[in-house]
Structure formats: C-alpha cells, structure tokens
C-alpha cells in the first residue's frame, strides 16, 4: 500500500519534484533483509530519510520487513512515535539539550556513549520507566562512542542503573570507518575491538538484545559484521556504497528520481554566452532549455558538465548552475522538434534502467558521494510518492 494513498499531491509537484518509489524502497529493504538474515535490519531514515521523506520511506521499510528504525537525533524519533509508528526505534545522537524524557515516554531507545547515562537515568527515574539504552563503543572511527579505556566505568554504570530499575541496557553498538574500502585491514580491528567489547559488556553481567555494528557498505561486504542487527542507511534508497558498483550490481534500484519541467526553449546564435561569468558559449546557432531548479533546491552549484535527460536523450549541464535554474545546450542529439520540449521533463538523476543518469555521476560532478546529493535536495523541491507496484 502506498503510505501516502489519498494525500493530496503538492500542486508545486508539476513543476518541479523529486519522485520517490516506495516499492523500489521496500524491494531494497527485502534485498538487504535476506542477505543478513538471521540477523534484523534497521532502516536508517535519519534526515528525513536521506532527502526522500521520513514517514513515507518509514512506513514502506517496516511494510516491507524492516525491524527497528534508526535515527540521529531524539527529534526525529519523536515525529516517527507522533505519526503513530510504534516500532522498534534508536536514536544515538544527542547534546544536553535533548529532551530525554520525552525520549523516555516516547519508548525511544537511545545510543549512549558516555555522558548520557547519568541524565537519561534521571529522566528514566522521574518518568517512573526504565530507558532502553545501547552503549556506542569507539571502535576506531574517533567520533561518537565510549573509548575502550571508559568502557568498563560505562558498562558498571549502566548495569548498577539497571539494577536499579533506571535503564534496561539492551544493545552495544559501534560505527565503522572505512567499510566503503572493502580492502582495508582497519575493518578487522574495528570487528575484533567490538568482540572485545561486548565480551567486557557480557562478562559483567550485561543481558544484550542486540549487538550491532555493520552500515550498508558492511552489510554488502563483510557478513562478519552483521552480528543480531545491521543498519541499512544509503541502500535502502537504492543506492550504492562502494566505490565503482553500481546498485544494479548489488540488486538495488534507486528510489529517487530528480525531475523538472522545462521552463524555456530558445534559439540562439553562435558564441552565445550562458548564465553568471559566461563560461559557457555555443559552438554554433544551437537551442538552449532552461531547467528551473538550481543550488537553492540543493542542485549542487559546482557539477558543472553533470548530465541531463531531455526526451530520452542526454545532455549536459552548459555554464553555471544558479541559485534556481540552469540551462541545457541541445546539441548532440540536436532535438527534431525542440520547441514541443517546453514543459516536458529535464530528468537530473534517477534509476538509470529507466535511461536517467545516475545519481553517482551527479556525485562525481560534484566532488561528493551520492549520499550529500540525494539528502540535500530542498524543500522547494516537494517530494512525491509513487507506487511502481513491480517486486523487482
Ligand atoms: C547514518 C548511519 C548509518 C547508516 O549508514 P549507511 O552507510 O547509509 O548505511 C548507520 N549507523 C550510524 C551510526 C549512522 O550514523
């Protein structure tokens, strides 16, 4: 089912979208589901789902088999609990700042990597609850997470808490650095530091739910990550973590498809010069589509040579991208009838078994991963939900 049957479409949408499959969304959660099984897998929609809408993309995850939910912040867990979704859910994100006992009431679990316990306990305590918690351990990667030095003080505190009737401690978990690199040897030191932690957790007396540490490059690479949960972020919107393969390769299908409808057409001369500082000029009289979505819509302003389809052909980004627009020179193909293309779509990125380009080349044009394109993508951009229905 549709997780937005019935709601209006945004009347903006006609110009501009960025168009979500939720059944390429559940397809992906199915995929990564059997290649972890026995294992449970969390659908990491953390900032509104990667750009591509945080309920929707909820709702067809856990259709689709998802066990938990994962997010960065306790704000975010609270809009899923607000819309009624009740799921298993982990939050690992947090400052003073965060309302722990709205988390608490909320049946929010929460990542602690030290300081956290202490207020979350005293959240806990006043609620009358215990909190769920799952100690982060530091691994390797130098971020978030308890070092292995803390770890022991952490665990005592957090079992005396439970003994206590404060905090149930439910999971350890950890992050990796480098599981995009499927070669390099810090992934093993990273698995074998979480081994070595979760035995000091056991060994104490911790009665763990869930041991969780691989991300999507580990899920698809390193089956001796997996442990009882995996959190599945980029690939559950179909796209891919590694470095030169493709998410067709891995059995994926991207979810998002970045389109707008054509804004202009025009005939130009020769040495036409196009948009800010001119970079660009036409090699010959050429006609020129303007594409009106631009780096205010999250169109990253530097891709610039990124490619475009306009009625089943590719083309590329001519002259700068500005804060609302760009413009297409229709060379190579020239169209046969390039004034009926006013109004039909300019696809940025999409599936590219459907002919769009790969969000990947968007990436490259702009020195970034396909992570940073997909999420940020705008909020004049609204995002509409479709159904493919197909089980690819
Ligand atoms: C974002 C995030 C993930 C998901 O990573 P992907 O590479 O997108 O799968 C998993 N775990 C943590 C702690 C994260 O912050």
Redesign the pocket.
Known sequence: MNADAGAPVDPRAAERSAVVDLAAIRHNVRILRSRVAPAALMA?V?ADA?GHGMLPVATAALEAGADWL?V?HVSEALVLRRAGIDAPLLA??HTPATDFAAAVDADVDLGVSGWELEPIAAAAEAAGRPARVHLKIDTGLGRNGCTAEQWPVLVRAALDHEAAGRVRFVGV?S?LAVADEPVRPETDAQVAAFRAAVAVAEDAGARLEVRHLA???A?LTRPETHFDLV?????IYGLS?LAGITAAELGLTPAMTLRAAIANIKHVPAGQGISYGLRYRTEAASTLALVPVGYADGVPRIAADAPVTIDGQRHTVAGRIAMDQFVVDLVDPVPTDPDALLGTDAVLFGDPATGAPAVEEWAEAAQTIN?EVVTRIGTRVPRVYRDSGTAR
Request: hydrophobic share 40%; glycine share 10%.
């Open positions: 990491v953390k990667y994962g960065a690992w994100l978990f992050h991300n999507s490059p899920i959190r599945a972020g980029v690939s973590p992570y």
